[in-house]
């Protein structure tokens, strides 16, 4: 498992996208430049503006927005009729709550808060009047001329345009946002939205080999060496021909695409009345976290609350086993302490033996081994249970064979801790008679319970919950 996964299941971590992204917005800060918050709707004509006859191809892989229409809500002398029945209030008052309704004076969500202030009915008498409406649950989306960005560079335009005209050049600029894209399906390579760094430079004099060492500059902070430019043969629209470029980074002997960028072309840039080159180059934040943490699978590496595997470190099982039962007094702590006390002070006690722990509050406690030519303790009485490499085990700190668990392991507690805390809990409740702890085999057997989600995790990599053997442990609580 590697540590971007780690980071993920580990709590008070930030998103690893967003450390990423984060990271490129100090790079480009530090580099002069300016942070700018893009637009992420888009008219479809500013597509047309900036891609030409190739805009239906861009369109067709954005995704369209659409407005709920708002209706006309007519009070029939038969609705209103129903209406009296939720409620007695002025139908003519209603009449124009909708009427502002319709007319945008009221927006839809704060429509059922305004029923209730102004007709004085409660929330349940104006949803109920509001399903009298059929025409409320038959609205169908109306599609607009908008769309959702699929490209940073349809916001770059706009934002140059106005600027140009408020700033002196050269104009160093970068946004770090969503797009959205119309994938046939999310998988491994592809999501409907993915974070873009994107950066423009607007001056009246730029080349594209500036353009290259700049974007070179970026990756090498990002800790890429080996970076790699492929001029583009088939060139988008917005870019200038013989300008574009791909740009790749050597990982593990392959060349692995990062990000894109050129020249953008004189007529997209005419269109805006934008009369200086540009360069543009942006990088996909996912593409190249992917990477950084070693990970193939895009839903995994940003949405891994649904897809990556659940992982849990050693120190977070360990934080996910406790005491199944505990004393919930001041004295039954201390009567915790003196049992486990008592049996490791007589635990080499052979039977029939009885030793006197406790008297007070109207009970006795003893500890005790009923049979004859038994010790008091069994063999497993002094394990402790550890936790490690995602295991956890029930151990003597006798057994040479797990010598690495007992010197790199995360100690929990002793057999004895654990069982004593439930025999004082037993001694809250005056539980009188004989309680035995015998053969251990699994760790609420000693007082112990791990978190659900902890234990399918364990088993589901094939590890070990080790906690087996003899305990022989018996105590007598009487009046």
């Known amino acids: 498992m590697n540590n971007t996964y780690k980071n993920m299941a580990t709590k008070n971590k930030s998103h690893f996208v967003m450390d990423?992204?984060?990271?490129?917005?100090?790079?480009l800060l530090n580099l002069g430049f300016e942070e700018i918050i893009n637009p992420s709707i888009i008219s479809e004509k500013d597509v047309y503006k900036q891609y030409g006859p190739e805009a239906p191809l861009i369109l067709d892989r954005s995704f369209y927005l659409a407005n709920l229409p708002r209706p006309e809500l007519g009070i029939s002398k038969k609705i209103a009729t129903k209406i009296k029945k939720v409620a007695d209030i002025d139908i003519i008052k209603l009449q124009k709550l909708f009427r502002g309704y319709k007319e945008g004076k009221i927006e839809a969500d704060n429509l059922v808060e305004e029923l209730v202030k102004e007709?004085?009915?409660?929330?349940?008498?104006?949803?109920?009047?509001?399903?009298?409406?059929?025409?409320?649950?038959?609205l169908k989306p109306i599609p607009t001329k908008s769309v959702l960005r699929s490209h940073m560079t349809a916001a770059w335009f706009l934002?140059?345009?106005?600027?140009i005209k408020k700033r002196i050049l050269p104009l160093t600029l970068f946004s770090i946002g969503t797009?959205?894209?119309?994938?046939?399906?999310?998988?491994?390579?592809?999501?409907y939205e993915s974070l873009t760094a994107s950066l423009v430079v607007v001056n009246k004099k730029i080349s594209l080999e500036d353009g290259?060492?700049?974007?070179?500059?970026?990756?090498?902070?990002?800790?890429?060496?080996?970076?790699?430019?492929?001029?583009?043969?088939?060139?988008?629209?917005?870019?200038?021909?013989?300008?574009?470029f791909e740009v790749f980074v050597k990982k593990m002997g392959k060349s692995i695409e990062v990000g894109d960028?050129?020249?953008?072309?004189?007529?997209s840039l005419a269109?805006?009345?934008?009369?200086?080159?540009?360069?543009?180059?942006?990088?996909?934040?996912?593409?190249?976290?992917?990477?950084?943490?070693?990970?193939?699978?895009?839903?995994?590496?940003?949405?891994?609350?649904?897809?990556?595997?659940?992982?849990?470190?050693?120190?977070?099982?360990?934080?996910?086993?406790?005491?199944?039962e505990r004393p919930e007094t001041k004295w039954g702590k201390e009567l915790a302490k003196k049992i486990a006390t008592g049996i490791l002070k007589y635990r080499?006690?052979?039977?029939?033996?009885?030793?006197?722990?406790y008297q007070g509050r109207g009970i006795k406690v003893f500890i005790s081994e009923p049979e004859a030519n038994k010790k008091l303790l069994g063999p497993a009485g002094l394990n402790v249970v550890y936790v490690y490499n995602g295991e956890i085990f029930g151990i003597s700190k006798e057994d040479k064979r797990f010598a690495e668990v007992i010197k790199k392991g995360i100690r929990i507690c002793s057999f004895i801790e654990a069982i004593s805390n439930l025999f004082a809990r037993l001694a809250e409740k005056k539980s009188f008679g004989r309680h035995t702890i015998r053969i251990v085999d699994t760790l609420p057997s000693i007082n112990l319970e791990l978190e659900e989600v902890v234990e399918k995790f364990i088993t589901s990599k094939n590890k070990k919950i080790y906690v087996l053997g003899p305990v022989f442990i018996d105590i007598e609580i009487e009046k």
Do not use: W
Not at 179 to 190: A, T
């Open 348 to 357: 080499n006690e052979i039977g029939p033996k009885k030793f006197l722990i």
């Open 261 to 267: 960028g050129g020249l953008y072309s004189p007529i």
């Open 179 to 191: 797009k959205f894209r119309r994938e046939q399906q999310q998988d491994p390579l592809h999501l």
């Open 159 to 163: 934002t140059i345009s106005s600027l």
């Open 271 to 324: 269109n805006y009345n934008i009369p200086y080159p540009v360069f543009n180059v942006g990088f996909g934040v996912e593409r190249i976290a992917m990477l950084r943490g070693g990970i193939s699978d895009i839903r995994q590496l940003v949405y891994h609350q649904f897809y990556a595997p659940p992982f849990f470190t050693d120190k977070e099982i360990a934080n996910a086993i406790r005491l199944k």
């Open 212 to 244: 290259k060492a700049l974007t070179k500059k970026i990756l090498s902070k990002l800790g890429f060496k080996e970076i790699i430019f492929k001029i583009k043969v088939a060139t988008s629209k917005y870019y200038a021909p013989g300008t574009e």
């Open 119 to 138: 007709l004085k009915i409660t929330t349940e008498q104006a949803m109920a009047i509001l399903n009298l409406f059929p025409e409320l649950k038959k």
């Open 20 to 27: 990423l992204a984060d990271k490129f917005r100090k790079i």
